[in-house]
């Protein structure tokens, strides 16, 4: 990664329904609350607005 940094790119695919979204938001707001991710650095890309609002909740949560 630039500046020394880890990269880790996460990738889930499955069905409809199956907690993508859910998963997602779990280790996203993990991450920014232990600091092993900066919220500068966090790129989260949905494609339903109710997934859309999920990761927000999340990063609020967090902090970020």
Do not use: N, Q
Not at 10 to 37: I, M, N, P, Q, W
């Amino acid at each position: 990664g630039r500046g020394g940094g880890t990269v880790i790119i996460d990738v889930v695919s499955a069905s409809a329904g199956t907690g993508k979204t859910y998963r997602l938001t779990e280790d996203l707001a993990t991450a920014l609350l232990e600091g092993t991710a900066r919220p500068e650095g966090v790129v989260a890309i949905t494609y339903t607005e109710p997934s859309r609002d999920l990761l927000g909740k999340a990063s609020k949560i967090a902090g970020a």
